[in-house]
């Protein structure tokens, strides 16, 4: 099994310019991203993107925060397009788990991204609530986790050990900070990894050995000391 590029972004012209690569094979979006895009119109700017990308598979969240207007945000969200998997989060901000959404979305084949997952427990919630046939992603947290000093490593095997009866379901490697994180996800058998477009460029460059960057790194502090004609 080979780990899937996904894109995160939002904005319409990185859609498009990214969608044209074969090492994406998807997109995830969320509200911070399509606010920052600039869209002004929630649900019409969700369509933009589609029709930017019509075929790949890509993530739009819900951002209400109550049981009834997450349910309705997320059936007009799948009712887009074919290729939405529709994102919701673990919990609501009050630390509610969303279990009863999850499996009423699931039980009606609706494609899901669940968002703001941190830990094996909390994944272990997530499949109590879901059946073995409608389509799962689990987002996993791994940088956020990395930011406050918690090793994410060993929530990702154990998710993936709790989900290997799952066909239906794919660990996603989320909040990415760097693109040596796209081989750690490769090592640990993610299904697949949400990169920015900046990363995923350094990711299409991969091949250097530690000879070529020896002499790489020397070149360019040469460079650098020859343009301020240093002396000493």
């Not at 589609?50 to 007009?76: T, W």
């Not at 899901?112 to 909390?122: D, K, W």
């Not at 940088?143 to 996603?172: A, H, M």
């Amino acid at each position: 099994m080979s780990t899937k590029i996904f894109c995160d972004i939002a904005e319409i012209s990185q859609i498009k310019k990214f969608n044209k690569k074969k090492i994406v094979k998807g997109f995830t979006t969320n509200p911070s991203l399509i606010r920052k895009a600039g869209a002004k119109d929630y649900k019409s700017y969700c369509k933009k993107i589609l029709k930017a990308c019509p075929e790949k598979p890509i993530s739009f969240e819900v951002f209400a925060d109550d049981h009834k207007n997450m349910i309705n945000q997320a059936y007009i969200l799948n009712s887009l397009g074919k290729n939405v998997y529709v994102k919701v989060p673990f919990c609501n901000s009050k630390g509610i788990f969303c279990g009863k959404i999850i499996k009423e979305l699931n039980k009606k084949n609706i494609k899901l991204n669940i968002t703001a997952v941190y830990s094996s427990s909390q994944t272990k919630k997530i499949l109590k609530n879901i059946n073995k046939k409608s389509k799962v992603i689990i987002s996993i947290f791994a940088g956020r986790s990395g930011d406050t000093g918690l090793d994410p490593i060993p929530e990702f095997k154990k998710s993936l050990s709790l989900c290997k009866n799952y066909k239906n379901v794919e660990i996603l490697w989320a909040s990415v900070r760097e693109p040596y994180n796209f081989t750690q996800a490769k090592q640990l058998k993610c299904h697949i990894i949400t990169v920015p477009p900046s990363i995923i460029e350094k990711i299409e460059k991969f091949g250097k050995n530690f000879k070529d960057l020896t002499i790489e790194t020397v070149r360019n502090f040469l460079i650098d000391s020859k343009k301020s004609n240093f002396k000493i």
